[in-house]
């Protein structure tokens, strides 16, 4: 059975005077959706985000919710907003409410249910989110993790059928932000549609369905979160998930800097803190690798590409060496004592052949 599109949005475009976080949107959110929006500060997550309930008005490009196009200026955008919960950074509570009040301001108000209905479902999401025992306190006596989940249980009261977060943990103490990601787990096991703007990266590749890598003014990489974090297509998308620090080279000649080239690889070992250890095995595999091995099966025209990558998230070091010409593995056809000390340091080595070029990858766990 196919999924119920929600959510159309096709080349939506945002800009501001001196910026354009969004340039050219296009995709489409199902009903039973969890997305997680990640990427880079400053990449237009959350101003996406508030231009799906019309919070920033787009510049250009079309938003259709639940049939209704929201871009139009004919729209009833206040219909509309009440199937879409929002939830901030800051909370938003009415400080001078308690929080039962709160949670049945809109209820009353907007869906016009008595106060006695209102409080009843108010106090069951208030035991949904373990707060029931706070009913009567108010916003300023509560911490960050528990106004939030307030925030939470305040948004579905209006019985949306979308649930959207703008970064709901990051005004929150390292010790509050589980609380919150709990409860938004168990929205998700019950099957509410949710778009989360989130830096929580386990959160996000635990909790979602699809992931959206945003970056360059729009969608830049989206998939499953095992497509996302385990197999990213994009060097942008790969470097943001591993965390990459990366130091890329070129030989071109025999007769390279080589002294400088090992300078080079520590600083870069000694400005992303790897221990003296791995820096040192770095250089021996490169000296082992490229100029016992490679250099010495090439003529003079050739061209080595080296990157050397730190992986702040699984804490491993890569050295990669690429070089064009025909198929040489040096783990099979290279200098046996050579090639030995270099499996001897690292945590692993793998060789491949493809579309003409030769890549080695040498592994180095801290």
Do not use: W
């Not at 950074?89 to 009040?101: D, P, V």
């Not at 998930?241 to 071109?252: A, C, D, Q, S, V």
């Amino acid at each position: 059975m196919s999924k119920e599109c929600f959510i159309k949005i096709e080349h939506l475009k945002k800009e501001y005077p001196n910026v354009t976080p969004l340039k050219d949107v296009s995709t489409e959110i199902y009903k039973g959706d969890v997305i997680s929006i990640i990427g880079p500060s400053g990449t237009g997550k959350s101003t996406f985000l508030r231009c799906l309930n019309q919070l920033e008005e787009p510049t250009a490009g079309t938003v259709t919710v639940d049939g209704e196009v929201i871009t139009n200026p004919k729209c009833d955008i206040s219909k509309v907003r009440r199937k879409m919960g929002m939830v901030f950074q800051s909370f938003n509570l009415f400080a001078n409410l308690n929080i039962i009040e709160n949670i049945m301001a809109a209820p009353v108000a907007l869906l016009n249910k008595s106060r006695q209905e209102a409080y009843d479902e108010g106090m069951k999401l208030l035991r949904m989110v373990g707060l029931e025992g706070k009913a009567l306190s108010f916003p300023d006596e509560l911490s960050g993790g528990q106004k939030q989940r307030i925030a939470i249980a305040r948004a579905i009261a209006m019985k949306p059928e979308i649930l959207l977060f703008d970064e709901p943990t990051s005004a929150l103490d390292p010790t509050m932000v589980s609380e919150v990601l709990s409860v938004i787990r168990t929205l998700a096991k019950e099957g509410m549609t949710m778009m989360i703007v989130t830096h929580e990266m386990r959160f996000a590749r635990d909790v979602s369905t699809k992931v959206f890598y945003m970056d360059e003014g729009g969608i830049y990489e989206e998939g499953t979160p095992e497509q996302i974090f385990e197999n990213p297509q994009k060097e942008k998308t790969r470097a943001f998930i591993k965390r990459l620090k990366t130091l890329e080279l070129e030989i071109t000649s025999k007769s390279f800097d080589f002294i400088g080239f090992m300078g080079e690889i520590d600083r870069f070992g000694k400005e992303n803190l790897l221990s003296p250890k791995v820096v040192m095995n770095i250089q021996l595999a490169f000296e082992e690798m490229v100029i016992t091995n490679i250099m010495a099966k090439m003529g003079n025209n050739f061209k080595i590409d080296i990157a050397i990558e730190h992986s702040e998230t699984d804490m491993v070091s890569r050295l990669q060496i690429t070089y064009d010409g025909e198929k040489f593995n040096p783990l099979e056809d290279g200098d046996e004592l050579s090639v030995n000390l270099v499996k001897k340091i690292a945590s692993k080595v793998i060789y491949n052949y493809e579309a003409g070029r030769n890549k080695i990858t040498i592994c180095f766990a801290e």
